[in-house]
C-alpha cells in the first residue's frame, strides 16, 4: 500500500508534498495498464496540490512607502539622509528596513539616496548653469570631489564631460 491510499488525518497526517509523490509514483505505475486510474490519481494529485497554501514571499515595502521614501529624499537631498530617518519615515526599525528595502527596490537604501542625488545633479547640469560646487552642495554631496566620483561611478563620465555632452 502506498501513501497515495493511506492518508491519515490529525496531528500525524502526512504532509501533502508526500501524498503528492505518492500518488505519482502509483501513476506512472499503473499508466500503462489503466490510463483511467492513472488519471485519476493524477487529477486527485492536482486536488491536493490546489489546497496547498502558498509559501511566504519574501515581502519588500508597500507602494505607499516607496512613494513616502521618494517623496521623503526629494525633499531631503540636500542634507544628510540616514538609514534612520528613512526608516522612520515608514515606521520601520532600522534594520528591518534595511532588509525590506533591499528585497523591494533591488538597491541598498544608501544606494538608492546616492542614485537620487545624481539624478537631482543631471536635472540641475541640464536645467540651469550653476557652477558644479553649487550643484553638489544642492544635491547633498559634501563638496565637488564627491560629486565627481559618484557621478563617474554612475555614468562612466565627469559631471562637465556629461554636461557637455548633453549640451552639444
Known sequence: MSL????PNGPSAIPA???????????REVVAFDPTVARSLLARAIEILDTVPEAPRASGLAPWQIRRLEAFVAAHIASSIT????????????????????????????AFVLRKRVERARTLMVESAL????????CGFS??????R?????SGMSPNAWRRMTRA
Open 83 to 110: 538609514l534612520e530617518r528613512m526608516a522612520a519615515c515608514v515606521g520601520l526599525s532600522p534594520s528591518h528596513f534595511g532588509r525590506v528595502f533591499k528585497i523591494a527596490l533591488g538597491e541598498t537604501p544608501h
Open 143 to 148: 563638496d565637488q570631489s564627491h560629486l565627481n
Open 17 to 27: 508534498g508526500l501524498v503528492v509523490a505518492g500518488l505519482l509514483a502509483d501513476a
Open 4 to 7: 497515495a491510499t493511506s492518508r
Open 150 to 154: 559618484i557621478f563617474r561611478r554612475h
Open 131 to 138: 557652477p558644479l560646487a553649487e550643484i553638489a552642495l544642492d
